[in-house]
Nanobody, 112 residues
Framework: EVQLQASGGGLVQPGGSLRLSCATS????????MSWVRQVRGKGPECVST????????YYTDSVKGRFTISRDNAKNTLYSQMNSLKPEDTAVYYC?????WGQGTEVTVSS
């Protein structure tokens, strides 16, 4: 059974930081590009960042460039997202994704 379990979300003030983790199992993690996707209630999903299998190529949506960093540990089958300088517009549920698999999300709320 494929499992992707995101954690690390929470309530943080604007300008704060969070580190998301996604523990995976049930598939060959090191063979898949991985992404963080976020979704605001009532809106469509947005791909925030992507990392390739060897961690030598990354993609970031423009709104998070310079603030978020995606990384992975293939030995631990885990994906990470370091999120700094958080803004209220970063508020969303964040999912760890590798097509066609979506994990359970973790909610991030940025508010004073």
């Amino acid at each position: 059974e494929v499992q992707l379990q995101a954690s690390g979300g929470g309530l943080v003030q604007p300008g704060g930081s969070l580190r998301l983790s996604c523990a995976t199992s049930g598939f060959s993690f090191g063979s898949y590009d991985m992404s963080w996707v976020r979704q605001v209630r009532g809106k469509g999903p947005e791909c925030v960042s992507t990392i390739n299998t060897d961690s030598d190529r990354t993609y970031y949506t423009d709104s998070v460039k310079g603030r978020f960093t995606i990384s992975r540990d293939n030995a631990k089958n885990t994906l990470y997202s370091q999120m700094n300088s958080l803004k209220p517009e970063d508020t969303a549920v964040y999912y760890c994704v590798t097509i066609p698999y979506w994990g359970q999300g973790t909610e991030v709320t940025v508010s004073s």
